[in-house]
Structure formats: C-alpha cells, structure tokens
T-cell receptor, first 112, second 112 residues
C-alpha cells in the first residue's frame, strides 16, 4: 500500500520568511496530493491540492510542486505570518486506492 | 451543503469498557466514509474506510471495529478499550476516492 513520508517534523521561521515542507510517496499509481492545515484542537482542513497531471499549483502565498518521477511533492509558503502557525499534513491517494494516506505532519511555528 | 457530525467531542473511558463513536453526513448520497486516529507524533492514521453500506475495509489490525448501518452513518466501536486506544478520532467523508476529504470535529478519547 501507499506510504507517505513527511519532513521536517518541526519548522520554525521568522515572520516574512518562506517555509518549505517536503513529502515522498511510494505508490506510483497515486495521482492526488492534498495538503491539510490543522490548528490546535481543530479539524484538518484542505489548503491546496494537486493532481498528477500538473507540476505546480499556486494559491496566493501557498504553492505546491509535484515531481512524479522522483515521487515527491512539496508545500511552499511565502511571506509567512503568525496565523500560518499550525500542523501541516501531506497526503496521497490513487484513483484505485483506498483512502488518503497522510504523512506524520509538520508543526510550523512562525514567530513575529 | 454537506455537513458532517461527529460525537461526542470528548470522552473518558476506563480500560476494558466498550466504545461507540458515531458519525453522520448530511447533504450527500453514497459518500466514502473514513475513520482516522491521530496520536502524538504519528500523524493521521487510517483505521477504516467504507465505500458503501455494509462495506468496511480495515487498515490496521486492532481491537477496534467499524460498521456502516446506513448510507450516511459510520460507527467506530470497541468491546474492550486499551490504554493505547487513547487519541483523537476523526471521521471524514469524500465524494469518491482521490478527492478532498472533509473531516468532522473529532472525538478526544482518553482511556484511564
């Protein structure tokens, strides 16, 4: 089955800096890669996703890149703000697969 | 619009006691349904998923079970809880595989 590895587990940046979180997946059939943000005590919520027929997607300060050959994808947050502080999860799923398989999460702390 | 309800929000149970967590989805038909568990440092672990009534797939062998008695109802159960069952349990739904999953508010379970 699918296995998703996520790095780093914690990330501390200064406000205004960029943050990058990286994930690798094992199943070459995976074709959907979402990123979720979970604030303390709340449910995870989708912030951006990408499908395997696209190499990059951007939404304001957030972007995701996908390298199918290397089987890795990354989340980029530019001009970080204190409200970006949260746990971020990557996930992967194939059309024929079971469900979203998540990485172990990255705790992002943005200090002002 | 679609909504997902999960209850209770918090639960404290003694070791060896039974468990029943319920999740219902409104505003959609034949959703894919999922149970995830979130433990510290382990990310979002897929426990069970269902693509239809009575169809349950287990991802992790354990003393938990799941049932889907109705199209939009998903129940997580245990006959005898273990200390290791403590965690944050999240129900989720999606239209189909490889699409966005929407999470419920979660149940914080503490086994004492």
């Amino acid at each position: 089955g699918e296995n998703v590895e996520q790095h780093p587990s914690t990330l501390s940046v200064q406000e205004g800096d960029s943050a990058v979180i990286k994930c690798t997946y094992s199943d070459s059939a995976s074709n959907y890669f979402p990123w979720y943000k979970q604030e303390l005590g709340k449910r995870p919520q989708l912030i951006i996703d990408i499908r395997s027929n696209v190499g990059e997607k951007k939404d304001q300060r957030i972007a995701v890149t996908l390298n199918k050959t290397a089987k890795h994808f990354s989340l980029h947050i530019t001009e970080t703000q204190p409200e970006d502080s949260a746990v971020y999860f990557c996930a992967a799923s194939s059309q024929a697969g079971t469900a979203l398989i998540f990485g172990k999460g990255t705790t992002l702390s943005v200090s002002s | 619009s679609q909504t997902i309800h999960q209850w209770p929000a918090t639960l404290v149970q003694p070791v060896g006691s039974p468990l029943s967590l319920e999740c219902t989805v409104e505003g959609t038909s034949n959703p894919n349904l999922y149970w995830y568990r979130q433990a510290a440092g382990r990310g979002l672990q897929l426990l069970f998923y269902s693509v239809g009534i009575g169809q349950i797939s287990s991802e992790v062998p354990q003393n938990l079970s799941a049932s889907r008695p109705q199209d939009r109802q998903f129940i997580l159960s245990s006959k005898k809880l273990l200390l290791s069952d403590s965690g944050f349990y999240l129900c989720a739904w999606s239209v189909r595989t490889a699409t966005e999953a929407f999470f419920g508010q979660g149940t914080r379970l503490t086994v004492v």
